[in-house]
């Protein structure tokens, strides 16, 4: 069996947790060898939640779990960890603006980075799920200036398998004969669901979506609007928010980063946009279509934008620059 995996996850006592914990311990992300030591953090008010979930993963009994550290201390969550998955983040409340969302969760991020910076190996990756989770991971990387800005990524991986879920519905198809959709931009109800360059497998043939789903007004449309208020839909009808979706789409980026995308296929998260191909501004924390090899993502480019996409793609760029700079402001002052 391979040696301990040491992987972090805040927000530890939440819904999204709950769920995704089980997934790691069971091998379902890292691999069915691959011996884990979880690490869980959370603020000091939930300790006695925390210390219920430390013994749930205890009485699962499972071989692959070597250790469980709860705690509420970041100097112990970050000590020589190999993976964080950053859940935890101040939530939006009623009558909260959001700039002072972005201000409560510049102080967590920029903590957490400077605890990464610190404490964590210098490998460590770092997966944002916390929203604004764009911002929220750029500021992390920001205060972890001796990690690498590529090992940094926020999750629209839940957009991305909304978008598959949605289109093979629509054509009666399983969810994975649905390939390629992108998620361009913020994880935000200004995300751009793509599915230009996307293909479907009907009949034992592959073809483009468009041509199989024969009806352009639904995909600029109905289509868009499902995917950017998914989220919002699921909290009107759950009253809470997506929990078990997150922490699937939470075990399918991680898994992919550790493992690779398949050959010919991309994924969507949101990653560093210095020097990309499609004229999104540099310092931000941009969603792309994304192949992996070897622990390495690469933006797929040469991708053919055309003015539909462009103009979209570019809504949700300038509200990430404007979330950037407010952040930025807050981040100084901090």
């Known amino acids: 069996m391979a040696e301990p995996l040491k992987v972090l996850v805040t927000g530890a006592a939440g819904q999204i947790a709950y769920s995704l914990i089980f997934n790691i311990a069971k091998g379902d992300v890292f691999g069915k060898d691959q011996a884990l030591i979880l690490v869980l953090l959370d603020i000091t008010p939930m300790m006695s939640v925390l210390d219920g ?3 749930e993963i205890q009485d699962c009994a499972i071989p692959l779990v070597k250790q469980v550290i709860g705690t509420d201390k970041e100097d112990v969550a970050f000590q020589s960890i190999d993976v964080a998955i950053l859940v935890g983040s101040m939530p939006r409340r009623e009558g909260m603006e959001r700039k002072d969302l972005l201000q409560a969760n510049v102080r967590i991020f920029k903590s957490q980075g400077s605890a990464l910076d610190k404490f964590a190996k210098k490998t460590v990756k ?8 764009n911002t929220n991971c750029l500021i992390a990387m920001k205060s972890a200036p001796s990690i690498p800005k590529e ?16 289109l093979a519905s629509r054509l009666g198809v399983p969810s994975n004969d649905v390939k390629n959709v992108i998620i361009w ?8 669901p793509d599915v230009n360059h996307a293909t479907v497998k009907c009949d034992g043939k592959e073809m483009s ?5 024969k009806d352009d007004n639904w995909l600029k449309n109905d289509f868009i609007k499902i995917i950017q208020q ?7 009808a759950r009253k809470l928010s997506s929990a078990m979706s997150a922490a699937k789409a939470i075990s399918d980026h991680m898994k992919d980063i550790w493992f ?12 560093i946009s210095d020097g990309n191909a499609y004229s999104i501004p540099n310092d931000l924390v941009y969603s792309f279509p994304v192949k992996i090899k070897n622990k390495t993502w690469k933006i797929v480019e040469c991708l053919s934008i055309n003015d539909f996409s462009c103009e979209r793609m570019k809504i949700t760029a300038a509200e990430l620059v404007e979330e950037r700079d407010t952040a930025t402001e807050f981040l100084t002052s901090a």
């Open 209 to 213: 979506v468009s041509a199989a789903i």
């Open 53 to 55: 979930v430390v013994m």
């Open 185 to 192: 931009g913020n994880h935000s109800s200004t995300q751009y």
């Open 126 to 133: 770092v997966l944002v799920v916390g929203n604004p989770a």
């Open 260 to 271: 690779g995308t398949p050959e010919g296929e991309w994924v969507s998260m949101g990653v």
């Open 151 to 166: 090992n940094f990524f926020c999750l629209t991986r839940l957009d991305h398998n909304r978008a598959r879920a949605q």
């Open 230 to 236: 998914r989220g919002a839909a699921v909290i009107k």
